[in-house]
């Protein structure tokens, strides 16, 4: 968005690749080893011609998609407009990006029931993942052989507060779609 938009990008190629290589593992591993829903084979079978990606997935990553961009490049935007430097701004676009990816595996655990439903503890590798998914962001966040290596900087308590309302608010937004799918089809 941001190259077509012409304007600074918000998160380095290089901070892409440490979000990719980081949350492909920790947050998106785990899932495998999700129990399986109660009921599950009571369920018809997808047919065998189905897509593995059908409208409602792909709806569902189009809206996650634009609540990451939204997120990330509206805190990038707005660091910049309180005078943060730009690498404090690309932390906190970078984190803000982490912590919706992080919502979205909890909302994930069942692509229909809400988050709630799901037994909380019923698979700790989610626990862990996020958990050292998380001691690695502080990592890049803090320590200065990352900073220098990523372009990263140390951020403030007002940052990480607003990062953690918007990610909230986007998983809200996802469980609510969940909620409007179920009721309508």
Not at 50 to 76: K, Q, Y
Not at 91 to 113: P, Q
Not at 127 to 154: D, E, H, K, V
Request: hydrophobic share 55%; net charge positive; aromatic share 8%.
């Amino acid at each position: 968005a941001a190259v077509v938009a012409g304007v600074t990008l918000p998160i380095t190629p290089l901070q892409i690749l440490w979000i990719n290589m980081t949350t492909a593992v920790l947050l998106g591993l785990p899932l495998a080893f999700e129990p399986s829903e109660r009921g599950i084979m009571h369920r018809p079978p997808r047919p065998p011609r189905a897509p593995v990606l059908d409208a409602v997935l792909i709806e569902r990553i189009v809206l996650v998609g634009i609540l990451m961009l939204a997120g990330s490049f509206g805190m990038f935007l707005l660091a910049l407009d309180r005078g943060q430097s730009m690498p404090e701004a690309r932390t906190i676009a970078m984190n803000m990006f982490v912590a919706i990816e992080t919502v979205y595996l909890f909302n994930c655990r069942s692509l229909r029931l809400p988050v709630t439903a799901v037994a909380a503890f019923s698979n700790p590798w989610v626990w862990a993942g996020a958990g050292l998914q998380w001691l690695l962001q502080m990592a890049i966040t803090y320590w200065t052989p990352l900073n220098a290596a990523f372009g990263t900087s140390p951020i403030n308590a007002r940052a990480w507060g607003e990062i953690v309302v918007i990610a909230l608010v986007a998983m809200v937004i996802i469980e609510l779609e969940k909620r409007w799918r179920s009721r309508s089809g």
